[in-house]
């Protein structure tokens, strides 16, 4: 087992700075949520659980996340979703377990179709997809819409702010409104207690997978980040029931 913790690699001249186990296969990645950083509690756990059980795991931040304000205005889900596929492709060997919180299972879904080659499975936590469009701007109020047009920034509470540029390019990347063309298995995890992004969300990422093989599974308590210790104990045993 190899451990490398701190590596960049470079996507369209933006540094993505990574940490890598190599170690046993099926691999997983995790692909964090919007803002999150690559040292939150769920990419942590499993990095201390495939330090101990020699699997192979990486974890890294998206641009902008962990660097300044002004840095992480200029992302864009396009561009985060490339530098995801782009860790796929370059930090990864063999089959991947794709895990996705949040805005990551979002990217999940959309790099499991394009690299359908590598993902051996696919995980996601409280599924995020489309929802800048469902979610952000159906529950904007009509003032914060015109602050959105006017700053081309609404703050969302909670330290988090997003750009209507994310919003505006976010459209091209929509997946709830045509098959999702994912050929292998399929763990959608939500929590009914979820503030942020209604569970339905998994359901119709569900009903849209091509795989014969999708599971949702509902959390009665759980809330948005599903990192409490039985949370982390779920997640980890839906990587192992998906290693065989």
Partial sequence: ?????????????????FDRIIGEGPGVIFFGGYSSVRF???ASALWNWAKKSGRSFVRFDYSGHGGTLDEFKEGTLGDWRDEALAAVEQLTRGPQILVGSSMGGWIALMVAEEASSKTHAVITLAC?????????????????????????????????????????????????????????????????????????????????????????????????????????SRLIARIEELSC
């Fill in 1 to 17: 087992m190899k451990i490398e913790e701190g590596g960049v690699i470079r996507v369209s001249g933006r540094p993505i700075t």
């Fill in 40 to 42: 939150g509690e769920k």
């Fill in 128 to 232: 995020a997809a489309d929802f800048t469009i469902n979610v952000v701007e159906n529950r904007l109020a009509e003032s914060q819409l015109e602050e959105l047009s006017r700053e081309g920034v609404i703050d969302l509470g909670d330290g988090a702010i997003m750009t209507k540029r994310f919003i505006d390019e976010s459209r091209a990347h929509l997946v709830l409104g045509a098959p999702i063309q994912i050929p292998c298995p399929v763990k959608l995890i939500h929590g009914l207690l979820d503030e942020r992004i209604p569970w339905e969300t998994s359901l119709s990422a569900a009903r849209l997978i091509t795989s014969g093989n999708v599971t949702v599974e509902l959390v009665k308590g759980g809330d948005h980040r599903l990192s409490n210790s039985s949370d982390l």
